[in-house]
Nanobody, 124 residues
Framework: QVQLVESGGGLVQAGDSLRLSCTAS????????MGWFRQTPGKEREFVAA????????KYSDSVKGRFAISRDNVKSTVHLLMNSLKPEDTAIYYC?????????????????WGQGTQVTVSS
């Protein structure tokens, strides 16, 4: 049973950068695709970024493309989300998730294990 723990959230100003981390325990991390999603109150959880097990293929939502970068360290069983040029509309709870079937799906239902989330707040 894979367990995920996110960290790195916080309060920053618009234009700042922040790096989120998600560390997995249990399972074989390098076999899993990993995704980052975010959610604000009253809205559905939305796709942010995904990366396959080897790290060779990544995908981003249009809203973060060019500003965010997803990466992974399979030795440390950790996936990162580097967020640059942050905007107030990036404010959300950010979740990492496991997709054991592989690929870079943007669909919520493709991910079967989720972390507890970490809050990111961007002030203007």
């Amino acid at each position: 049973q894979v367990q995920l723990v996110e960290s790195g959230g916080g309060l920053v100003q618009a234009g700042d950068s922040l790096r989120l981390s998600c560390t997995a325990s249990g399972g074989t991390f390098s076999r899993y695709s990993m995704g980052w999603f975010r959610q604000t109150p009253g809205k559905e959880r939305e796709f942010v970024a995904a990366i396959i097990g080897s790290g060779a293929i990544v995908k981003y939502s249009d809203s973060v493309k060019g500003r965010f970068a997803i990466s992974r360290d399979n030795v440390k069983s950790t996936v990162h989300l580097l967020m640059n040029s942050l905007k107030p509309e990036d404010t959300a709870i950010y979740y990492c998730a496991v997709n054991s079937r592989g690929g870079t799906s943007v669909v919520l239902g493709a991910y079967e294990t989720w972390g507890q989330g970490t809050q990111v707040t961007v002030s203007s």
